[in-house]
């Protein structure tokens, strides 16, 4: 990906005067290393979520939404 350039001439002018001047380098510090650990996050607490979810709720609970969950992936498919 690359970086957006100022829209401004006087701008875009001083951008590309301190990349060739290397006092400030063309690419911008990809935040990938962050999008992955946000990510991490997420999944460790989706994967407790869902088993406390369950533990909470009572039997005949989880059994209305399994049903309601197959009627709605079987809905399309009634002929």
């Known amino acids: ?8 001439p006087n701008q875009l002018a001083k951008a590309i005067i301190d990349i060739a ?4 380098t063309d ?6 290393s962050d999008n992955n650990r946000v990510s991490e996050l997420a999944r460790l607490g989706g994967l407790k979520g869902g088993r406390a979810r369950a533990n909470q709720l009572s ?6 939404i399994a049903k309601a969950a197959a009627a ?3 809905k399309d498919k009634d002929r």
């Open 1 to 8: 990906m690359t970086p957006k350039r100022p829209r401004d």
């Open 59 to 64: 039997s005949e609970r989880r059994k209305e």
């Open 72 to 74: 709605a992936r079987w």
């Open 21 to 24: 001047t290397r006092e400030k």
């Open 27 to 32: 690419s911008q510090p990809t935040r990938e």
